[in-house]
């Protein structure tokens, strides 16, 4: 095969794999939408933390056997050694099999250990049962996605996402809403089983997922029966090698997913202290440099005034209170992970051209395809960020069907809107270092974000004039000294680094003022569009088209795309040519 021919066939899996990823995001993105205006603030909380334990486990099993898996499986392939390949995925598979049971175990025998003391929130336990199955098949669909991807075969994993993806959304969306309108009592209960249906919905899908891929994989060993004289190595050898390769790659992905959810007890814990200092009338009002929430305040001196007018009631509910603010903060988490989800077809696309420079010691090469993939995050990155910091409460507002707090989650949200743009200079910047083989150091910048993160909310959560709007300050933190201190190891350990003014100056440049017209023009449409939640949707929409025109225009005045950084991608040359970029 020519190295055009592979550059092709690389592409060509690539481009599937981007329109798979896209469309399941935004068959995710309509799963989310109503899902957050149909549940209630504390079930929404006890959705978001059951799910964080799913990606949890999800992540330790999923996040680098896979790849470890593809990589083997190419290799014998390639040498013809067709008996090592199939014994290689026979090891795979047993591997994967004993993540997805341990998991299942943990999430449902001990399922009422997991809510009460990991995520510190007991009534989300059905939640976390729900979830128990998906975990166990997502695992078993790994093997069967890693040994197809091995072949650069991409379509059995984009059609199994997308049969995952139609099964969450109408399955889990009509579960929630049958129980919703449902005659169980109390009300606290039917909320919650409501939450637990949504998610029921992603177990049955992964189930239908599992059984597809494996009568596809029977009907693919089938047909491209081959015979071989190989011997394969041991089982033993064998599983030592995909550790080796796996290990690295699952420990980088596990120290965020281990963060996220020591965050997720941490808020909840630190709330309920609040709530709980509040009730034995230990917090008193005095002015602080920390009055810069209203909405904060506002609680604090609602909360103190009900319980010195009938102190011996108890009246303030510290456990719901708590959930109310985390539901809350998880239903603006939902949209703040867009501009995260979306860098991943890029370095899908992208990284693994860095690796093939490298490996024909092409330095330059892989200095014009780091700064494209720098750039490219950058373009998509800023603008989503600039976008939710401007536009946070009308985002929110028309997302949710006005079924939430706007003074609580617009501010939440315009936080987390910064704090989008340095999750994904950090994503990339970590494909960046991993394609150039430098594997530990970002796992080393991660664990030292996540502490900062820690004491961040710690500190903040827990003061009683911040609570929930720390929380997103210490994400903000978090994320900036991870992508900072990987992109100064990229600029001292990467030979010829790339170019970072180049790189981010024009994109910045064009999303501070796409934010500032798409404020602007928010501010103008509501004075003649307020009053009614249809109006100010009009001016909300009215507001992003401003926002999406003025920025389309500036990056083609600005020139911040490139040809060499539109040729990197599936159907470059098509677009570079319509947009006349030389």
């Given at each position: 095969?020519?190295s055009?021919?592979?550059?092709?066939?690389?592409?060509?899996?690539?481009?599937?794999?981007?329109?798979?990823?896209?469309?399941?995001?935004?068959?995710?993105?309509?799963?989310?939408?109503?899902?957050?205006?149909?549940?209630?603030?504390?079930?929404?909380g006890?959705?978001?933390?059951?799910?964080?334990?799913?990606?949890?486990?999800?992540?330790?099993?999923?996040?680098?056997?896979?790849?470890?898996?593809?990589?083997?499986?190419?290799?014998?392939?390639?040498?013809?050694?067709?008996?090592?390949?199939?014994?290689?995925?026979?090891?795979?598979?047993?591997?994967?099999?004993?993540?997805?049971?341990?998991?299942?175990?943990?999430?449902?025998?001990?399922?009422?250990?997991?809510?009460?003391?990991?995520?510190k929130?007991?009534?989300?336990?059905?939640?976390?049962?729900?979830?128990?199955?998906?975990?166990?098949?997502?695992?078993?669909?790994?093997?069967?996605?890693?040994?197809?991807?091995?072949?650069?075969?991409?379509?059995?994993?984009?059609?199994?996402?997308?049969?995952?993806?139609?099964?969450?959304?109408?399955?889990?969306?009509?579960?929630?809403?049958?129980?919703?309108?449902?005659?169980?009592?109390?009300?606290?209960?039917?909320?919650?089983?409501?939450?637990?249906g949504?998610?029921?919905?992603?177990?049955?899908?992964?189930?239908?997922?599992?059984?597809?891929?494996?009568?596809?994989?029977?009907?693919?060993?089938?047909?491209?029966?081959?015979?071989?004289?190989?011997?394969?190595?041991?089982?033993?050898?064998?599983?030592?090698?995909?550790?080796?390769?796996?290990?690295?790659?699952?420990?980088?992905?596990?120290?965020?997913?281990?963060?996220?959810?020591?965050d997720?007890?941490?808020?909840?814990?630190?709330l309920?202290?609040?709530?709980?200092?509040?009730?034995?009338?230990?917090?008193?009002?005095?002015?602080?440099?920390?009055?810069?929430?209203?909405?904060?305040?506002?609680?604090?001196?609602?909360?103190?005034?009900?319980?010195?007018a009938?102190?011996?009631?108890?009246?303030?509910?510290?456990?719901?209170?708590?959930?109310?603010?985390?539901?809350?903060?998880?239903?603006t988490?939902?949209?703040?992970?867009?501009?995260?989800?979306?860098?991943?077809?890029?370095?899908?696309?992208?990284?693994?051209?860095?690796?093939?420079?490298?490996?024909?010691?092409?330095?330059?090469?892989?200095?014009?395809?780091?700064?494209?993939?720098?750039?490219?995050?950058?373009?998509?990155?800023?603008?989503?960020?600039a976008?939710?910091?401007?536009?946070?409460?009308?985002?929110?507002?028309?997302?949710?069907?006005?079924?939430?707090?706007?003074?609580?989650a617009?501010?939440?949200?315009?936080?987390?809107?910064?704090?989008?743009?340095?999750?994904?200079?950090?994503?990339?910047?970590?494909?960046?270092?991993?394609?150039?083989?430098i594997?530990?150091?970002?796992?080393?910048?991660?664990?030292?974000?996540?502490?900062?993160?820690?004491?961040?909310?710690?500190?903040?959560?827990?003061?009683?004039?911040?609570?929930?709007?720390?929380?997103?300050?210490?994400?903000?933190?978090?994320?900036?000294?991870v992508?900072?201190?990987?992109?100064?190891?990229?600029?001292?350990?990467v030979?010829?680094?790339?170019?970072?003014?180049?790189?981010?100056?024009?994109?910045?440049?064009?999303?501070?003022?796409?934010?500032?017209?798409?404020?602007?023009?928010?501010?103008?449409?509501?004075?003649?569009?307020?009053?009614?939640?249809?109006?100010?949707?009009?001016?909300t929409?009215?507001?992003?088209?401003?926002?999406?025109?003025?920025?389309?225009?500036?990056?083609?005045?600005?020139?911040?795309?490139?040809?060499?950084?539109?040729?990197?991608?599936?159907?470059?040359?098509?677009?570079?040519?319509?947009?006349?970029?030389?």
């Amino acid at each position: 095969m020519s190295s055009q021919e592979k550059r092709n066939t690389f592409y060509g899996a690539a481009a599937i794999l981007t329109v798979t990823t896209i469309l399941v995001k935004i068959i995710g993105a309509i799963y989310k939408i109503p899902l957050t205006a149909l549940l209630t603030e504390e079930a929404f909380g006890d959705f978001n933390g059951a799910y964080n334990i799913y990606n949890f486990f999800l992540t330790i099993s999923t996040a680098g056997l896979p790849v470890a898996l593809s990589k083997t499986v190419s290799e014998s392939n390639t040498l013809g050694r067709y008996n090592q390949k199939e014994r290689v995925f026979r090891v795979a598979f047993c591997a994967f099999l004993f993540m997805g049971v341990f998991s299942f175990i943990c999430m449902s025998v001990f399922s009422q250990f997991v809510a009460t003391y990991v995520i510190k929130n007991q009534k989300a336990v059905y939640c976390v049962l729900a979830l128990a199955p998906a975990v166990l098949c997502t695992c078993c669909c790994s093997a069967f996605r890693g040994y197809a991807q091995g072949h650069l075969n991409m379509v059995p994993t984009g059609i199994s996402q997308i049969i995952e993806a139609l099964c969450k959304l109408v399955l889990g969306l009509s579960l929630a809403l049958l129980i919703l309108h449902s005659a169980i009592q109390p009300d606290d209960t039917r909320e919650r089983l409501s939450a637990a249906g949504a998610l029921l919905g992603v177990s049955v899908g992964s189930v239908l997922s599992v059984l597809f891929l494996f009568f596809n994989h029977v009907r693919t060993k089938r047909r491209l029966a081959q015979r071989s004289e190989d011997r394969p190595d041991r089982s033993k050898t064998i599983l030592s090698h995909l550790l080796r390769l796996a290990i690295p790659i699952t420990l980088s992905s596990c120290t965020t997913s281990i963060v996220t959810l020591i965050d997720t007890n941490l808020v909840n814990s630190q709330l309920q202290s609040v709530f709980s200092a509040i009730q034995d009338g230990l917090t008193g009002i005095t002015n602080s440099f920390l009055d810069i929430f209203p909405k904060s305040v506002a609680i604090l001196q609602e909360n103190i005034a009900a319980l010195a007018a009938d102190p011996q009631s108890g009246i303030v509910p510290i456990l719901d209170s708590a959930r109310s603010l985390y539901g809350t903060y998880s239903k603006t988490m939902s949209i703040y992970n867009l501009p995260f989800n979306l860098m991943i077809p890029l370095t899908a696309c992208i990284v693994p051209a860095v690796s093939a420079c490298i490996a024909k010691r092409d330095r330059l090469g892989s200095k014009r395809i780091a700064e494209s993939a720098m750039r490219m995050a950058a373009l998509i990155a800023l603008p989503c960020g600039a976008g939710l910091f401007a536009l946070g409460g009308p985002i929110m507002n028309l997302l949710t069907v006005g079924n939430v707090d706007i003074e609580i989650a617009g501010p939440l949200l315009s936080i987390l809107g910064i704090a989008s743009i340095f999750v994904c200079f950090q994503l990339v910047a970590t494909a960046i270092l991993q394609a150039h083989g430098i594997v530990m150091l970002p796992i080393i910048t991660v664990v030292v974000g996540g502490v900062v993160k820690i004491l961040v909310n710690y500190t903040l959560v827990g003061n009683p004039r911040v609570m929930i709007f720390g929380a997103p300050v210490g994400t903000l933190c978090c994320f900036l000294v991870v992508s900072l201190l990987n992109l100064i190891i990229i600029k001292r350990m990467v030979p010829h680094p790339p170019a970072y003014c180049k790189v981010f100056l024009k994109p910045l440049i064009a999303s501070i003022i796409m934010g500032a017209a798409a404020w602007a023009s928010h501010g103008l449409f509501s004075r003649f569009l307020s009053g009614s939640f249809l109006k100010e949707s009009v001016a909300t929409a009215g507001a992003i088209l401003v926002g999406v025109v003025v920025y389309a225009v500036l990056v083609l005045a600005l020139r911040v795309l490139s040809r060499e950084d539109l040729v990197l991608m599936p159907k470059g040359e098509k677009i570079a040519k319509i947009l006349r970029i030389s």
